[in-house]
């Protein structure tokens, strides 16, 4: 009796821990996140060049008078094509001034999440080359073209609260471009359910479960 007691109390804390450290991450999609030239639905704004971009603003220009605007959607023949998802935006309708160096900025919302857990991916082009920034850091990922997109990846340097996406785009004769397309993200919750706890936590139940058994098995002698 004392041994199936013992082997009992065994198995039920095994389970437990087990259980704990196989907790599932509960990743789930990041709102907020927008292409460039899109609505509130996140799909292409229509109208022809000039449309404002609500969710991309002109962080700081070389060119003075922008720094505050909000992007406006142009588009040259030379660039890969819009579509239903994103259109391509600049400082202007017609994609002027050129020669410069504009930053563009969105923003999200990372509340509830927990930021070491957060990714983000899409698809960019620049006319004619930039960086993306996150955060006010050089997330070290850059390109140069316009004419396909292509992926990124980004997958630290994020913090809780809200965070700053920035595109630094340089121009290096007018048009100056930006296109944004299958901008997308995860990252796991904080709260109850949420967390898989510490091995540091593992290790304490383990030994309170086997020391009420072990108690258990004294009572019994």
Same mark, same amino acid.
């Given at each position: 009796?004392?041994?199936?007691?013992?082997?009992?109390?065994?198995?039920?804390?095994?389970?437990?821990?087990?259980?704990?450290?196989?907790?599932?991450?509960?990743?789930?999609?990041?709102?907020?996140?927008?292409?460039?030239?899109?609505?509130?639905?996140?799909?292409?704004?229509?109208?022809?060049?000039?449309?404002?971009?609500?969710?991309?603003?002109?962080?700081?220009?070389?060119?003075?008078?922008?720094?505050?605007?909000?992007?406006?959607?142009?588009?040259?023949?030379?660039?890969?094509?819009?579509?239903?998802?994103?259109?391509?935006?600049?400082?202007?309708?017609?994609?002027?001034?050129?020669?410069?160096?504009?930053?563009?900025?969105?923003?999200?919302?990372?509340?509830?999440?927990?930021?070491?857990?957060?990714?983000? /991916?899409?698809?960019?082009?620049? %006319?004619? =080359? !930039?960086?993306?920034? *996150?955060? @006010?850091?050089?997330?070290?990922?850059?390109?140069?073209?316009?004419?396909?997109?292509?992926?990124f990846s980004?997958?630290?340097?994020?913090?809780?609260?809200?965070?700053?996406?920035?595109?630094?785009?340089?121009?290096?004769?007018q048009p /100056?471009?930006?296109?944004?397309? %299958?901008? =997308? !993200?995860?990252?796991? *919750?904080? @709260?109850?359910?949420?967390?898989?706890?510490?091995?540091?936590?593992?290790?304490?139940?383990?030994?309170?479960?086997?020391?009420?058994?072990?108690?258990?098995?004294?009572?019994?002698?």
């Open positions: 009796m004392r041994f199936k007691l013992k082997t009992d109390f065994a198995l039920v804390a095994l389970t437990v821990v087990m259980g704990l450290a196989s907790a599932p991450s509960h990743a789930v999609t990041i709102s907020g996140l927008f292409n460039t030239g899109t609505d509130a639905s996140n799909l292409a704004l229509t109208g022809g060049n000039g449309v404002v971009d609500t969710h991309y603003q002109i962080l700081s220009s070389t060119s003075p008078g922008y720094a505050g605007n909000q992007a406006v959607t142009y588009f040259h023949s030379a660039y890969a094509a819009n579509d239903a998802n994103s259109r391509w935006i600049s400082l202007s309708a017609n994609g002027s001034p050129g020669s410069n160096t504009t930053v563009y900025r969105t923003t999200f919302d990372l509340t509830g999440f927990d930021p070491l857990t957060a990714l983000i /991916t899409g698809n960019w082009g620049v %006319d004619n =080359a !930039g960086s993306i920034i *996150l955060n @006010g850091v050089y997330s070290g990922i850059s390109h140069t073209g316009f004419s396909s997109l292509v992926s980004l997958n630290s340097g994020f913090v809780a609260g809200m965070n700053t996406l920035d595109f630094e785009v340089r121009d290096f004769g /100056t471009a930006l296109r944004v397309d %299958d901008l =997308a !993200g995860t990252a796991n *919750l904080y @709260g109850p359910g949420n967390t898989v706890p510490e091995p540091t936590s593992i290790a304490l139940l383990s030994l309170g479960l086997l020391g009420l058994a072990a108690r258990r098995r004294k009572s019994l002698v």
